[in-house]
Every structure is written in structure tokens, then in C-alpha cells.
T-cell receptor, first 113, second 106 residues
Framework: KAGVTQTPRYLIKTRGQQVTLSCSPI?????VSWYQQTPGQGLQFLFE???????NKGNFPGRFSGRQFSNSRSEMNVSTLELGDSALYLC????????????FGNGTRLTVT | QKEVEQNSGPLSVPEGAIASLNCTYS??????FFWYRQYSGKSPELIMF????GDKEDGRFTAQLNKASQYVSLLIRDSQPSDSATYLCAVENMRFGAGTRLTVKP
């Protein structure tokens, strides 16, 4: 069974630009969650999508948005990039049942200059 | 007060010893608790999850949950150098601790 696939692995963007990250979950998984990981703040929850609907949301500004498609693949978009958005963005999938464990992808390393 | 608190470490134990990792959380209504291991430069991977008060054992790993005291712990028996990693405590997969870095010395 293929794992969670995130693309691209690395991105370099300029402040003010926008970026879209992609995540393909494990086959059969209906829930996709996104996280930001930085050395200073650790792992922070962005949002979770289940059956194309946002089910949970963390405390991030509206510049961070996401969506999920009918095949459970998900995209995350960050608009008007700031230097502080430089981080590792991790996607994780799960069955979607309440409290089910997460399976993480390898992440996208975003650098904003 | 942070929602999920862990000792940041580093925690160093000799090979073969028991490593004890602790985590406290603030939301008394939390229902599910997870331990993830993250090697340097890698993504987190699930070690254990626990939903009910008491102990849950899986091989060399034991998770302990005490909802009344709002803490969850992870014990690693017979620690191996390959256990050297950062261990993340997660509450309902939305609130993560900062992680405890464990080093197991041969």
C-alpha cells in the first residue's frame, strides 16, 4: 500500500507570492490533515478535511486555506506569503473515524525569501 | 499554560534501560492520545495510541493514561540506540507537545 505522498518536496517563494501544496492520502483514507512544523513552534495543526468538508480548523490566519477533492486528495494554499511562513508542511491521512491514528507524508519544505 | 506540555529533554538513558516520557494536557475533555516518534529529518510515525485510563502495552512500549490527573506517559523498555529520536505527544491529533528528545547511549 502506497503511503501519503506530498508534492513538491521543496519550494522557494518570495514574500507576497502564493503557494499551493498537494497531498495524496493512503488509498481508502478519507481524512486529510495539514500541519506546520517549525523549530520554534513545533507541530501545529492547520486543518482537517473529511469527505471534501473541513471538519476541524486550527488557529491560523485566513491566508491559509485548503480543500479536498472527491478522490480524497487535498491541496493547501497559502496566499500573501510572509517570511514567517517558512516551515515544513506535513500532510497526514487517516481513516477518518473519530480519533484514528495519523499517517504522515514526507512533507514539503517551504522557504520564503 | 501550553495546551500540551512535555519535558523537552534531552533525555539520555543507557542501552537496555527504561526510558520514561511524560506529557500533561490542559483540556479535561480530551478523549484520544497518541505518541509519535520523529527521527531527525523524517516525518512523525505512530508509536502508540490510548483512549482509556490505565496501561496499554505493545512490545517494548507501554502507554499510560490518567485522565483525572491529565497526564499520559510512554515507557520504553530495553531501550535501544535505534530508539534515539524525538517523541511527540498528541492530544486528539490537533494539539501536539514540543517533543522530548531521547538519546539511548550504547
Amino acid at each position: 500500500k502506497a503511503g501519503v505522498t506530498q508534492t513538491p518536496r521543496y519550494l522557494i517563494k518570495t514574500r507576497g507570492q502564493q503557494v499551493t501544496l498537494s497531498c495524496s492520502p493512503i488509498s481508502g483514507h478519507r481524512s486529510v490533515s495539514w500541519y506546520q512544523q517549525t523549530p520554534g513552534q513545533g507541530l501545529q495543526f492547520l486543518f482537517e478535511y473529511f469527505s471534501e468538508t473541513q471538519r476541524n480548523k486550527g488557529n491560523f490566519p485566513g491566508r491559509f486555506s485548503g480543500r479536498q477533492f472527491s478522490n480524497s486528495r487535498s491541496e493547501m494554499n497559502v496566499s500573501t506569503l510572509e517570511l514567517g511562513d517558512s516551515a515544513l508542511y506535513l500532510c497526514a491521512s487517516s481513516s477518518g473515524l473519530n480519533n484514528s491514528p495519523l499517517h504522515f507524508g514526507n512533507g514539503t519544505r517551504l522557504t520564503v525569501t | 499554560q501550553k495546551e500540551v506540555e512535555q519535558n523537552s529533554g534531552p533525555l539520555s538513558v543507557p542501552e537496555g534501560a527504561i526510558a520514561s516520557l511524560n506529557c500533561t494536557y490542559s483540556d479535561r475533555g480530551s478523549q484520544s492520545f497518541f505518541w509519535y516518534r520523529q527521527y531527525s529529518g523524517k516525518s512523525p510515525e505512530l508509536i502508540m495510541f490510548i483512549y482509556s485510563n490505565g496501561d496499554k502495552e505493545d512490545g517494548r512500549f507501554t502507554a499510560q493514561l490518567n485522565k483525572a490527573s491529565q497526564y499520559v506517559s510512554l515507557l520504553i523498555r530495553d531501550s535501544q540506540p535505534s530508539d534515539s529520536a524525538t517523541y511527540l505527544c498528541a492530544v486528539e491529533n490537533m494539539r501536539f507537545g514540543a517533543g522530548t528528545r531521547l538519546t539511548v547511549k550504547p
